[in-house]
């Protein structure tokens, strides 16, 4: 199971965030590489598409697609050369796919900041400072274990040494790995580093319901902190959210209507870079979801209706081993159909003989939302 590590300094809701999100987990005795352990939450991905194809299969249970969200230790300034709990910091990241970056957005309040002052870009800069010096730790090493295979004329050795050398001059410059093209023959023996700046990164701007928010501004005039974090947001072209991890934490026992209307009782705001903003939580899900490329198919039946989280661009044969490892060498097709013409049809026996439900091969790319039969 894929997962996203919650990382931030210390005091800037990320953990307040993290009990927010638990209250989307399900059971993982349901996913079969889930790792059971009190920082992790198995959270399950917003999808309205599950729950009809479970009511029009009659389906005696309803699994839906799942993230992992690790709570990871709060990082301090020199927390790549061990700083505080950096190494142990790291070392979880490291574990993780990728990174929601927690940054607070609201001044005042009893929560002291722990640099004494708000400034969420400067917050940004510093933990990836952190990241960007684990990994040049972590490649100047590997360029120097690579000496004796370089001497021997290794083709691979030379072919990543080049690709470190690159690596080493962005990180020194500050860059993130992930601003390094990587050629198709650098890529797996860079992957192998785990680096962390090589991960995506979502950042979660976490603001505060009656507070001072960087993101209000009532004179018309935009706090310029939040100017310039938007610019580098831009510059950059970076992903993020913005939630209110202690209302999302509050109003985590409520669902529907009963949410909403708390929700502005409390005067929360779940804005977001999308225009569909609906609940702060299920946004930082989705958003995380399509930072690692994730998509949704589907299986349905009177016994089990479920999603199925695959790579995008993913053929039937390796979308088939997110049920079982066996699915990929055993494929011989699959039948296919848009889970709304499942729906529109009333039927597999209408959607056949309406064209709908297809046969599909071992090149078949699986789309989001397709429903699939595998035949093995």
């Known amino acids: 199971m894929l997962s996203i590590g919650i990382v931030g300094l210390p005091n800037v809701g990320k953990s307040t965030l993290f009990n927010a999100l638990t209250k989307k987990s399900v059971l993982a ?50 927390a790549s050369v061990g700083e505080g709990l950096g190494n142990q910091f790291l070392s979880n990241i490291r574990e993780t796919d990728a990174i929601a970056e927690v940054v607070r957005i609201f001044d005042g309040g009893d929560i002291i900041h722990v640099e004494n002052k708000v400034d969420p870009l400067k917050d940004i800069e510093v933990i990836n400072l952190e990241l960007v010096l684990a990994d040049l730790q972590t490649v100047t090493k590997r360029i120097s274990n690579l000496k004796s295979d370089i001497k021997k004329g290794s083709k691979s050795a030379l072919t990543e040494h080049e690709a470190l050398l ?59 902190r939040f100017t310039e974090l938007m610019r580098f947001m831009k510059a950059t072209g970076s992903s993020y959210v913005i939630v209110d991890a202690k209302i999302e934490e509050d109003l985590k026992e409520f669902e529907g209507a009963e949410k909403e209307l708390f929700r502005k009782e409390l005067s929360a705001s779940s804005a ?4 569909s903003a609906d609940d702060g939580v299920n946004n930082l899900i989705r958003a995380g979801y399509d930072m690692l490329g994730l998509i949704t ?60 439900l297809r046969t599909e ?16």
């Not at 889930?34 to 249970?61: N, Y």
């Not at 080493?168 to 192998?192: C, D, F, Q």
């Not at 589907?298 to 079982?324: K, L, M, N, Q, Y």
């Not at 055993?330 to 064209?355: C, D, T």
């Open 29 to 78: 005795a349901n996913y079969p590489f889930a790792t059971i352990d009190p920082s992790v939450g198995v959270v399950a991905v917003p999808d309205e598409r599950l729950w009809k194809l479970s009511a029009f299969s009659h389906s005696k249970k309803t699994v839906p697609a799942a993230v992992e969200f690790v709570d990871i230790a709060g990082l301090v300034k020199g």
């Open 166 to 224: 690159r690596l080493e001059k962005a990180l020194e410059s500050g860059k993130l790995a992930r601003s390094v093209e990587l050629g198709e023959l650098e890529y797996p023996l860079i992957r192998n580093l785990h680096l962390l700046t090589a991960k995506p990164i979502l950042y979660v701007l976490n603001k505060k319901a009656g507070g001072q928010n960087l993101d209000d501004s009532p004179a018309g005039e935009e706090d310029p």
């Open 272 to 275: 977001t870079t999308s225009p």
């Open 297 to 356: 198919y589907f299986t349905t039946g009177e016994d089990e209706t479920r999603g199925w989280v695959i790579r995008r661009g993913s053929t039937a044969p390796i979308a088939g081993t997110a049920i079982h490892t066996d699915f990929k060498d055993k494929f011989v097709r699959a039948e296919v159909i848009e889970w709304q013409k499942l729906l529109e049809a009333g039927s597999y026996a209408a959607a056949r003989e309406r064209g709908w």
């Open 361 to 376: 091969g071992k090149e078949y790319v699986v789309k989001d939302g397709d429903v699939v039969e595998f035949k093995i």
